[in-house]
């Protein structure tokens, strides 16, 4: 479709905007797809009602209740799953048989969003720490040793495994090198089951249940191996996040994993964009073919207020949002953003889990509307 136009229009989307006027856009395949620019005279998200189910959702993590190791259930649809997860520090001195993991119904996405440890794989040792990603290709052995309280976020991918983002013209070295990714290390591993008397002589295979299956040896035995299918890791120090500093960027240049059906992107600390003409803050879009999930992993949220770590949005396809009045009039008052988020986007609508209900800020809908 060639591109057409009506009205007096500006020639870059979030420049030059009109004064005492809104942009916003309408977007197909999140931001990868055909895109139009609208102006208009007021914020879209100007509503002073909505009934019905297509609200947005804000979650807030911090009260959870939970059990060491159990994974929670947040949202889902057919082709993902997201999950939060708790850690406890490993016992050595008591516990001598640490059972192991094999997820024979998806690849395992973990974000460590607070703690530090290790994590033993049937190809060697990987360590996280607080903002680490650590991926476990569907039925790859792993346990996770603790050795801070640990929480993670999970997104599980039902259909395929997770790959790198098309680069494009940005080359082959962004949005991260490839020789940032943390590899396994099996002599690593066989020093740190030797200094701690380790062993794991349980798998529980995750496929329509929890099959146990027990051995009578530690099942991190492997000798050596090659291949491009295992386990690794990726800290978000490592990524850099692809700026302008004449105009805001859309969210899918921050784009980390792709799997069939979603992506998930990191959001990071960047500058803000320095033309006195420009957008400065997140624009108002609708994402027309995805379900748009952020989970606030540190620093101050600028696109909104009354956010705080360890909380989760959901804004459905078909919603239009953006940023809050307080943030549009404040915009231009920062040059940094010293936010860190992680996305994902889903092309099929997501459920909620009832446990998941439980911790809903029912009001959030109304935080766009002027006080």
Known sequence: MHQYSQGKNHTQGHKAIPEGKFEEEHGRKGFYGP????????????????????????FDLVPAKYDTDKWYRLLYNSDL???????????????????????????????????????LTEYGLLHFKTGTYVTIPKSIVHTIVYEEKTQFL????????????????????AFYD????????????????????????????????????????????????????????????????????RVHLPPSVHTTFVSNGFVVCTFLPRPIESDADALKVPFFHQNIDYDEVLFYHAGNFFSRDNLHSNMISLHPAGFPHGPHPKAFANQ????????????IDTTKPLEIDPYFENLEIKSYWQSWMHK
Request: hydrophobic fraction near 35%.
């Open 35 to 58: 895109v139009s620019h609208l102006i208009k005279n007021s914020m879209p998200t100007r509503w002073t009602n909505v009934e019905g189910p297509l609200k947005p959702h804000l």
């Open 154 to 173: 999970i997104v599980e991918s039902k259909t395929t495994f997770y790959r790198e983002p098309d680069r494009g013209m940005a080359g082959r070295n």
């Open 332 to 343: 231009g008052k920062k040059t940094f953003t010293d936010e860190a988020a992680v996305m």
């Open 178 to 245: 490839i020789a940032a990714l943390g590899k396994p290390d099996l002599a690593a591993q066989n020093e740190f089951k030797q200094k701690h008397g380790f062993e794991s002589k349980e798998i529980n295979v995750i496929r329509g249940g929890v099959t146990k299956f027990t051995y009578d040896a530690c099942v991190y035995d492997t000798d050596s191996w090659k291949g491009d299918y295992f386990p690794y890791t990726l800290h978000i120090d490592d990524l850099m996040p692809i700026v302008s500093h």
């Open 81 to 119: 799953v997201i999950y939060s997860m708790w850690g406890d520090v490993t016992d050595y001195s008591t516990k001598k048989n640490h059972p192991a993991l094999r997820n024979a119904e998806g690849d395992t996405l973990y974000f460590c969003h607070q703690g530090k440890g290790v994590v």
